[in-house]
Every structure is written in C-alpha cells, then in structure tokens.
C-alpha cells in the first residue's frame, strides 16, 4: 500500500503530479525494486520533467531533453504566491501557440543563475489571457524593489519570488499575507 503526502497544491504549476512519480520511482529504486535504467524509462514515460525529481540535486533540462545537474549556485530565498484558483494546464498548453528559442547555450558559465534571472516563462502569455488575476498579482508583486525577479510556475497559478537575502524574503511575506489575503 502507497500513501502519497501531496505538499504542493493541485494547480499550482510545480509539477507535484511529476515529483509524486519520481518520489514513488526513486523509493523503487532504494528497495532495489527497480534498476536505473527501468527508473530513467519509466520516468520519460511518465513525464518529461519526472526526471528532474529523482534526486534533490539542481538542475536544468534543456530543448533536446539532456539535463545538466549543478554542484555550485547562488542561494536565493523563495516566497511563493498561490492563489485560491488554480489553472488548467491543458488549457494553457492549448492556448499557447509559440515558444521562445532556446536563449542559453549549455556551455556557459553560471547557467543556472542567468536562467533563474533572465529566462522568461513562455506560458504566462496564456495563463494571463484565461486567467486575468494572475496578471495583477504579477504586477502587484513586480512593484517589489527587493525581489530578484518574479515570474509565474510552469503552466500557473502560483507565481515565485526570488530574493537575495532571507529579510527581504520575510519583509515580503508580511506585506503581501496582507495585500493578497486570498492567496
């Protein structure tokens, strides 16, 4: 018997539906219940972001599938806004008819922060068109000086800031508890 512990809300854009299956890949794997190979299959049949859950390493996955793990990185502090609605990514998907090119080359260094900071979602064009509130809640959250950047989860409806220090992370969660009551 499996029980599945979901911490990520539905909806969200965080992909918990993926890490449940690499939790529940990688809990095979530990009881030599599954070899690697098995679980790295399983993992792109299942979803193409699986993968990136089988360990807690950082990583990045490129267009063409290969994925780069990262030893070093810069410590951001997250503050994570979720609204009560959440979005339909198959609604998203289907609305979006283009995606920007690949913008970053594998090869360079500090991969993982100039994504982190200058990659774009090509998704919130979508998700704003069908759900209008989350454009306000980016744009609330934009005015913020601290942040690092502010950009929305995968296909919605939580929308992430990044901050360099642990304060300015706390300062904007007692500012925005008040501001976005309903998130």
Same mark, same amino acid.
């Given at each position: 018997?499996?029980?599945?512990? /979901?911490?990520i809300p539905?909806?969200?854009?965080?992909?918990g539906?993926?890490?449940?299956?690499?939790? %529940?890949?990688?809990?095979?794997?530990?009881?030599?219940?599954?070899?690697?190979?098995?679980?790295?299959?399983?993992?792109?049949?299942?979803?193409?972001?699986?993968?990136?859950?089988?360990?807690?390493?950082? =990583?990045?996955q490129?267009?063409?599938?290969?994925?780069?793990?990262?030893?070093?990185?810069? =410590?951001?502090? %997250?503050?994570i806004i979720?609204?009560?609605?959440g979005?339909?990514?198959?609604k998203?998907?289907?609305?979006? =008819?283009?995606?920007?090119?690949? $913008?970053?080359?594998?090869?360079?260094?500090?991969?993982? $922060?100039?994504?982190?900071?200058?990659? &774009?979602?090509?998704?919130?064009?979508?998700?704003? &068109?069908?759900?209008?509130?989350?454009?306000?809640? /980016?744009? %609330?959250?934009?005015?913020?000086?601290?942040? &690092?950047?502010?950009?929305?989860t995968?296909?919605?409806?939580?929308?992430?800031?990044?901050?360099?220090?642990? &304060?300015?992370?706390? @300062?904007?969660?007692?500012i925005?508890?008040? /501001? %976005?009551? @309903?998130?």
């Open positions: 018997k499996i029980i599945v512990k /979901k911490e539905q909806q969200s854009g965080m992909g539906g993926s890490m449940n299956a690499a939790s %529940l890949l990688s809990f095979f794997y530990k009881k030599n219940l599954l070899k690697l190979a098995d679980i790295k299959k399983y993992a792109s049949k299942t979803g193409s972001d699986v993968i990136l859950g089988l360990n807690n390493n950082p =990583k990045i490129y267009a063409n599938g290969s994925i780069k793990e990262f030893t070093k990185f810069k =410590k951001f502090y %997250l503050l979720k609204p009560s609605f979005c339909s990514t198959k998203i998907y289907s609305t979006n =008819k283009t995606f920007s090119r690949v $913008e970053f080359k594998s090869t360079r260094k500090n991969i993982l $922060e100039k994504v982190i900071l200058y990659g &774009k979602n090509d998704l919130e064009k979508s998700a704003f &068109k069908l759900y209008p509130a989350l454009r306000k809640i /980016k744009n %609330l959250l934009l005015q913020n000086k601290q942040a &690092k950047f502010v950009r929305m995968g296909s919605g409806s939580a929308v992430i800031m990044y901050f360099n220090s642990n &304060k300015y992370a706390k @300062n904007a969660l007692k925005y508890k008040r /501001k %976005l009551n @309903n998130c």
